[in-house]
């Protein structure tokens, strides 16, 4: 089977910059995505990483280490509008994606 | 354009009752997944359509059942309805199969059971 553990909750400053670490144990998998969700929302996609290394996408990165099976989700310059909860998801077979727990993160003025 | 809409949006069943949740995927997607999301967990992948065909299924018992229709909507079906399956239902579709496909999510069915 696969799992994935990331924190439950992180807290930060409006303007700072946050990472949200999530680590695997999987025996195969494709590719590790992130996904936002505010109260009562839908779950956004935000990020895919199928190759190790950074992946960019405007104030979100995203980052994959297989050989650590780690990888983390980088938020700069943070807007109170980014307080959510953020899942890291494993892609298995076509797409059998299995979801931490998600990590509620806070920002405070 | 329409994002991924699902019906309804709020249901209330009794144990043992059977239930049909409905979603209608992006224009022009042809994969519908669907997942279960208790509260404070994260989304569980419950069955993969794409192309009218189950192409994948996650670890949940029999009472739960999906079909795909030619225009690429599809529907779940939970019978036999048990407390445990009060959760928030989602749809999310995508234009291909593989895992590296974003997937667009419906804003869910909240089914509760009493």
Redesign the interface.
């Known amino acids: 089977g696969q799992s994935l553990e990331q924190p439950s909750e992180v807290t930060a400053v409006e303007g700072a910059i946050v990472q949200i670490n999530c680590t695997y144990q999987t025996s195969g998998f494709y590719g590790l995505s992130w996904y936002q969700q505010h109260d009562g929302g839908a779950p956004t996609f935000l990020s895919y990483n199928g190759l190790d290394g950074l992946e960019e996408t405007g104030r979100f990165s995203s980052f994959l280490s297989r050989s650590d099976s780690y990888g983390y989700l980088l938020l700069q310059e943070l807007q109170m509008k980014d307080s959510a909860s953020y899942f890291c998801a494993l892609g298995g077979g076509y797409q059998k994606v299995t979801f931490g727990i998600g990590t509620k993160l806070q920002v405070i003025p | 354009d329409a994002g991924?809409t699902q019906s309804p949006t709020h249901l209330i069943k009794t144990r043992g009752q059977h239930v049909t949740l409905r979603c209608s995927p992006i224009s022009g997607h042809k994969?519908v997944?669907w997942?279960q999301q208790v509260l404070?967990?994260?989304?569980?992948?419950i069955f993969?359509y794409?192309e009218k065909e189950e192409?994948?299924r996650?670890n949940f018992p029999d009472r739960f059942s999906a079909r795909q229709f030619p225009n690429y909507s599809s529907e779940l079906n939970v019978n036999a309805l048990l407390l445990g399956d009060s959760a928030l239902y989602?749809c999310?579709s995508?234009l291909g199969?593989?895992?590296?496909?974003?997937?667009?999510?419906?804003?869910?069915t909240r089914l509760s059971i009493l």
């Open positions: 991924v994969s997944s997942y404070g967990q994260g989304p569980q992948f993969q794409y192409r994948g996650g989602l999310a995508s199969i593989n895992s590296n496909q974003p997937q667009h999510f419906g804003d869910g």
